[in-house]
Structures are given as structure tokens and as C-alpha cells.
């Protein structure tokens, strides 16, 4: 019930097109659904956070989708660039008790040239 | 934005040493901060869960002699990996919280026990 489920695996992807990563989670108690970014050997960096009363969430290229009721939530990267090449995470997290944040498995994404 | 820090970045030491990890957030006050390992191509684990000025709270599996924690004060978390061995070796990230939940994470210390 704590776990969140994170595919696809890998993804590749060519410049200039669009990624997308989902989610899936089971606890109704998250309030809070971040996505982290990772490069290799640097700590994850927050990209973009949703809340669940809220069903899209868009800064610059990043957009977050949220559904609710099926519980699940994406990542969608428009415009693709080499740059974008890195794991991303999400995760989901209950603003009570600590705050406690469950990781997806993450996405190891590779935009081509 | 909100900048943690981790220091040092890597540290090799010999088996049988301890080595301290410092964690600070460097313009909140952060009264929550974690402890995470990463091993390569794989998801955080959380280790633990710092509060400031009480014990750590450690998640199942995580022995609590062997990696001390301390927050001494609302910017500075600090893990000890106590007599290291070489399955020790690891990538251990820390993350500080800020007040409305949002984790901002540190740069990580690359761990390598010979």
C-alpha cells in the first residue's frame, strides 16, 4: 500500500519529442506527488510537484498529469532535448507524520540528437 | 531557491574506520531532515529520519549503531557510518524539509570503503 509504481523502466526518446513517465500508487492518504530529477553521481533535484486537488500542473516543458480517481500521475516532457537525458523519480508523500516520501523506482531517460 | 549542502563529496577510507557525513540546509531552517542510500542504478532507500534535537527514527533493516545520526541544530545533520566495511560502500544523499513538506536534496557523498 506504500509502494508507488514508476514506468516505464528506461525510455528513449528523440529530440524534440515528447517523454512521458507514470505512476501508480495506492495509499489515498498522499497529498503530495513531486518529481525529482537525477544526473548521474549528483543528488536528485526537485523539477515539479502536483497536489491531488489539482489535475495538471504545466512549468515550461514540464507538465504533470494527475488523476485521481484511478490514482495515477505523469510526467510529460515536451520538446525533448539531450539535456533532459537523466533518471527521474517520482514520488508521493503525506504532509502528516513526518512527511515521509515513497520513491518510484525511477526512469532512466536518453534523448537522442 | 533552497540550497543543501553535503560535505564531503567523496571519502575513501580503510575497513574498520568510521566517517562522518555533514548535511546542512543553507537558507532554511529545516526541522526534518533524511538520510538516504543509493546504489547505482537503483531507487533512494531511506535510511532515516532526522528530527532536530531528538533520536533519529530508523527504518526497518537500518542498524542504528552502525550509522549514527545526530541534528544538533535546524541546519545541520550529520551521519556517522561507524567501523565501515566494504558492503558499506555507497552513494548517501541527504534531504532537509522545508516547512510546507517540499524535500530539497544535497549533492550526495560518494562512500568507498577499501
Known amino acids: 500500500q506504500q509502494q508507488v509504481k514508476q514506468s516505464p523502466q528506461s525510455l528513449i526518446v528523440q529530440k524534440g519529442g515528447i517523454s512521458i513517465i507514470n505512476c501508480a500508487y495506492e495509499?489515498?492518504?498522499?497529498?503530495?506527488f513531486p518529481w525529482y530529477q537525477q544526473f548521474p553521481g549528483k543528488g536528485p533535484a526537485l523539477l515539479i510537484a502536483?497536489?491531488?486537488?489539482?489535475s495538471e500542473k504545466k512549468e515550461g516543458r514540464f507538465t504533470i498529469s494527475f488523476n485521481k480517481s484511478a490514482k495515477q500521475f505523469s510526467l510529460h516532457i515536451m520538446d525533448s532535448q539531450p539535456g533532459d537525458s537523466a533518471t527521474y523519480f517520482c514520488?508521493?508523500?503525506?504532509?502528516?507524520?513526518?512527511?515521509?516520501?515513497?520513491f518510484g523506482a525511477g526512469t532512466r531517460l536518453f534523448v537522442k540528437a | 531557491g533552497a540550497v543543501v549542502s553535503q560535505h564531503p563529496s567523496w571519502v575513501i577510507c580503510k575497513s574498520g574506520t568510521s566517517v562522518k557525513i555533514e548535511c546542512r540546509s543553507l537558507?532554511?531552517?529545516?526541522?526534518?531532515m533524511f538520510w538516504y542510500r543509493q546504489f547505482p542504478k537503483q531507487s533512494l532507500m531511506l535510511m532515516a529520519t532526522?528530527?532536530?534535537?531528538?533520536?533519529?527514527?530508523?527504518e526497518q533493516g537500518v542498524e542504528k549503531d552502525k550509522f549514527l545520526i545526530n541534528h544538533a541544530s535546524l541546519t545541520l545533520s550529520t551521519l556517522t557510518v561507524t567501523s565501515a566495511h566494504p558492503e558499506d560502500s555507497s552513494f548517501y544523499i541527504c534531504?532537509?524539509?522545508?516547512?510546507?513538506?517540499?524535500?530539497?536534496f544535497g549533492p550526495g557523498t560518494r562512500l568507498t570503503v577499501l
Open positions: 534531504s532537509a524539509q522545508s516547512g510546507i513538506g517540499e524535500q530539497f
Open positions: 495509499n489515498t492518504a498522499f497529498d503530495y
Open positions: 502536483i497536489r491531488p486537488d489539482v
Open positions: 514520488a508521493a508523500s503525506i504532509r502528516t507524520g513526518g512527511f515521509k516520501t515513497i
Open positions: 537558507d532554511f531552517q529545516a526541522t526534518t
Open positions: 532526522s528530527n532536530e534535537g531528538s533520536k533519529a527514527t530508523y
